[in-house]
């Protein structure tokens, strides 16, 4: 059954009346799958549901562990079980309901004597982890800290440590029991928040004895440490491990990158000048000691870097300056592989650590100090010819872990191409010749994603979103891939024209939503039958707090509603061509655009309005008082580390804000499209000179139409403030002054003192060429400046919209007899020719942006518009093919968009006509 809440009921229901095993389990089940689906209701409504369900589900549990009592043991499996879901259940009222005074009342007790009984049907066996992780998680909700500390050191925690305890202990049913390491970090953590930090710095200490590079338990050593009013113990201790480690193999990682992270303390606590000189001491040590050894040194100083570049004082320059000068000293000594030839592979590949690692040194600093580029930054030149030299070391190296799908030397490539697009941003021939360089690299090392990320990026700057989809598809993200990943194309898609291939992207991200959470609801169910609660609790939360608050999730959702209406149609070059290109096309498929379906279109969509899975749901989301401050409820799931390897440039990502901003924009102007069709399906025509008195159901759907019109009027003013926002604020307000001239037109609202045909002319008429007609000569003034990426931005999220409702509207005054060829002799009709006129000299500014790009897609024997310094760095070759592959993917973003912006000028042109 795929209506979760309305099988939980069923099942609900029958469990009052035919207690059995089956169903008491199955209704258990469902009711996890019910907490595990986003709601389609406000958060009032959803916690009620919740409530209901939880408490029900606590219901079955002591129902399933009476009938489980009646048929077997008490320390039978079953019994167990349904005492451990009963305990689980309360917890879970506690964790995820609102504090109620009744519930706070009775649900621990509950909660922590099914959890002490679970215990002691275990008997005589050895305690179970998911049992102890149970009772800890209860005893934490509480803040009871000194009974999670008791039955962490009580006779139940004990852990088997040697083979013959394990052979003698007797396993308990639901499984094994907590490790040393579990129950020593635990404890160690119990501690601390009973702040008895002696002990706990004990515990850390006994701990990194077995493990010394456990980040997690120096960490805690050092916060012991803190709070005691001692650092120098964890420097004492830190030092004692290291000497006893003087004949390792390998250094360990962990101790040395604690010696930095106590210089930074020292340095955040006094900013003094031996602190600060100290912190880029530790720096520089750990980037010697690790360089050759990891790729990731970095990455592990680069947090380091940048809080020491925060500071602003004399010694901080000379700290600056010595740090430049390290990573000078450092690439000039690894440079040029081509004099290693002798040496081994190894040798080889350590020197090229060691060399990437001075210009990610070089480039961050230089990206906070642009008054020393001058003298520190490489030439990328250099970059390019190391990076070629290095493409003879394979891959991996005998004895020493290495990643298949990354060359050693990929990093050069793409800290190039940043310095490039850096020195030359905007450039259309650095663009091109970072986007040849990065084809010869990906060529080189084809299952690098990071090469293909960053091409995606250039190609994009470019207007070749074809080869920017190109290589998404090969780098293959998929599943959990699609929320974290894909903003690094979505954005591209939108900018380009390929609205199909973006509602296919977006619609598996929406399907992996939905998808999920019937998993997570199905596998919590598997793990709470197995016994393994904790799982089940992990399972929940993740689905709960990540996915269906992913705010790319409500992102793609308004995408969809933007591109769909602009799907374009398949044109085949040849029969068997399996890769079609695409003519753009408005309202071929789906969308609201004033045409012949609109209603039926209409209609389907209010039965996916109220969805979580589908798009539409932001049209209720923002009809019930959605807001950009909802974000902070919001999670970001993009994955930024894909993006590690920028530091002078940065490619543009969006912002929470931003992408809530516009998720709820598209959400309201949505909402005005599907109001307005509703209101011309129901409009009738005047009869004998008189207005028809409008229906109940006209009216109900004009009064939804103006509360729409007022919740999209506050958005406007209160979150599309600024310059940034100038040519959508004007476009969104033409499109809400002639919803306001539909419902005046075709509803009559708002209620008017003398309803007559004349006054409603007279109105929308004044509407249109007062309020409407000011904010679309405002938008073409703007985008008189507007680059083709800004063309094709606004195009589906502002443009098309107000089109379409410019159609409802011209089909509503056509009903009243006020159609175009009754310009002149109808004064709404004249408004409406005026507004379409000036319509169409927006289109024809836009349409003209448009026309700058190749109007064919063979670019054999055009000029290379990149410079002789470019073509000798890069390969000729190479850069005349990326010519020509830049110049087919324009011909096909123009050949999406061009007829969508002929078809709607060819409409507008059609109301410049006489009687």
């Not at 275990?122 to 039955?151: T, V």
């Not at 992913?550 to 799907?567: F, H, N, Q, T, Y």
């Not at 969805?611 to 807001?627: D, I, K, T, Y």
Request: with cysteine.
């Amino acid at each position: 059954m795929k209506l979760l809440l309305t099988a939980y009921q069923m099942y609900a229901w029958a469990a009052t009346t035919a207690v059995t095993e089956e169903v008491l389990t199955k209704t258990f089940s469902l009711g996890l799958s019910v907490l595990a689906s986003p709601s389609k209701w406000g958060a009032n409504s959803k916690l009620k549901i919740e409530a209901h369900v939880l408490s029900q589900m606590q219901a079955v549990a002591l129902r399933y562990a009476r009938l489980v009592a009646s048929q077997s043991p008490q320390n039978s499996f079953p019994a167990m079980l349904a005492t451990g879901w009963a305990a689980q259940s309360a917890l879970w009222q506690l964790q995820w309901l609102p504090n109620d005074e009744k519930r706070e009342m009775i649900l621990p007790r509950l909660a922590e004597s099914m959890a002490r009984r679970l215990m002691e049907q275990e008997g005589e066996a050895n305690p179970s982890a998911e049992i102890q992780l149970l009772r800890l998680r209860i005893f934490e909700h509480q803040s009871k800290w000194s009974e999670m500390l008791d039955l962490l050191e009580s006779d139940h925690s004990k852990f088997i440590s040697t083979k013959e305890q394990k052979e003698a202990a007797a396993v308990s049913k639901f499984g094994v029991s907590m490790t040393w390491h579990q129950v020593q970090a635990e404890k160690a953590r119990v501690l601390c928040l009973l702040r008895s930090y002696r002990r706990a710095r004990s515990m850390y200490e006994d701990l990194l004895r077995h493990n010394p590079d456990n980040w997690a338990c120096l960490t805690g050593h050092m916060d012991c440490c803190l709070q005691i009013g001692d650092t120098s113990g964890t420097r004492a201790f830190i030092a004692a491990l290291l000497a006893q480690d003087v004949e390792g193999k390998y250094p360990i990682r962990g101790l040395h990158l604690m010696k930095v992270e106590l210089a930074a303390h020292s340095f955040r606590s006094s900013s003094s000048e031996s602190s600060l000189q100290e912190l880029a001491e530790a720096i520089k040590a750990y980037g010697e000691l690790f360089a050759s050894h990891l790729s990731c040194a970095f990455s592990d100083l680069e947090a380091y870097v940048e809080l020491l570049l925060d500071t602003e004082n004399q010694l901080n320059e000379q700290c600056v300056v010595s740090l430049l000068d390290f990573a000078n000293n450092l690439r000039k000594k690894h440079a040029s592989l081509e004099s290693l030839k002798e040496e081994n592979s190894k040798q080889r590949q350590q020197q090229l650590r060691r060399y990437i690692f001075a210009i990610k040194l070089n480039h961050q600093i230089l990206s906070f100090r642009v008054d020393l580029q001058k003298d520190y930054l490489v030439d990328w030149t250099e970059l390019v010819l190391e990076w070629e030299q290095s493409l003879s070391l394979s891959s991996s190296s005998e004895g020493e872990e290495s990643q298949k799908e990354i060359k050693p030397g990929d990093d050069l490539a793409l800290l190039a191409v940043q310095q490039l697009l850096y020195k030359n941003s905007g450039n259309e021939e650095s663009m091109i010749a970072c986007a040849a360089l990065l084809e010869k690299a990906i060529h080189n090392s084809p299952d690098n994603a990071y090469l293909k990320i960053a091409a995606m990026n250039v190609y994009s700057q470019l207007h070749a979103t074809s080869r920017s989809w190109e290589l998404f598809q090969a780098v293959g993200f998929k599943h959990i891939q699609l929320d974290s990943c894909s903003y690094t194309i979505l954005p591209f898609l939108l900018q380009g024209g390929f609205y199909n291939e973006l509602v296919d992207t977006c619609t598996l991200l929406l399907r992996f939503q939905a998808n999920t959470a019937r998993d997570c609801g199905d596998y919590a169910g598997r793990a709470m039958n197995l016994g393994t609660m904790s799982k089940a609790d992990e399972f929940l939360v993740f689905q709960r707090q990540s996915i269906n608050k992913s705010i790319c999730v409500i992102e793609a959702k308004g995408m969809v509603l933007d591109a769909a209406p602009l799907l374009g149609e398949p044109v085949q070059r040849s029969q068997l061509d399996a890769d079609p290109e695409f003519k753009g096309c408005l309202g071929l498929y789906q969308g609201i655009v004033g045409g012949e379906s609109d209603f039926s279109r209409a209609s389907r969509m209010l039965a996916e309005v109220h969805s979580p899975h589908a798009a539409l749901s932001l049209v209720s989301w923002a009809s019930n008082r959605g807001a950009v401050a909802d974000n902070d409820d919001m999670v970001d799931n993009r994955d930024m580390s894909i993006l590690r390897h920028q530091f002078l440039y940065k490619f543009p990502v969006a912002s929470r804000e931003s992408m809530t901003r516009n998720s709820l924009r598209r959400g309201h102007t949505h909402g005005l499209l599907l109001r307005a069709s509703l209101c011309l399906d129901a409009c009738k025509a005047p009869k004998k000179g008189k207005i028809v008195k409008a229906s109940e159901d006209l009216e109900g759907r004009g009064q939804s139409l103006l509360r729409s019109l007022e919740s999209t009027s506050s958005f406007i003013s209160s979150s599309m403030i600024g310059d940034e926002y100038l040519i959508g604020r004007n476009l969104l307000e033409a499109s809400v002054d002639l919803c306001r001239a539909v419902a005046i037109v075709g509803v009559g609202l708002p209620r008017l003192d003398n309803d007559s045909l004349e006054a409603r002319e007279i109105l929308s008429s004044d509407i249109l060429l007062g309020e409407a007609l000011s904010h679309l000569k405002k938008a073409g003034e703007t985008l008189a400046v507007a680059s083709v990426k800004d063309v094709l931005l606004i195009l589906p999220s502002y443009v098309v919209p107000l089109f379409s409702l410019f159609r409802i509207l011209s089909n509503i005054c056509t009903l009243f007899g006020w159609g175009r060829r009754r310009r002149k002799t109808k004064q709404c009709a004249s408004a409406m020719a005026e507004f379409a006129l000036q319509f169409d000299v927006l289109i024809q500014i836009m349409l003209s942006v448009v026309e700058r790009l190749p109007s064919t897609g063979d670019a054999h024997g055009a000029t290379v518009p990149v410079s002789k310094e470019y073509l000798e760095s890069v390969d000729a070759p190479l850069v005349t093919r990326t010519v020509n592959c830049i110049v087919e993917a324009q011909y096909r973003t123009r050949q999406r968009v061009e007829p969508i912006f002929q078809e709607m000028s060819e409409y507008l042109k059609s109301f410049d006509v006489s009687d």
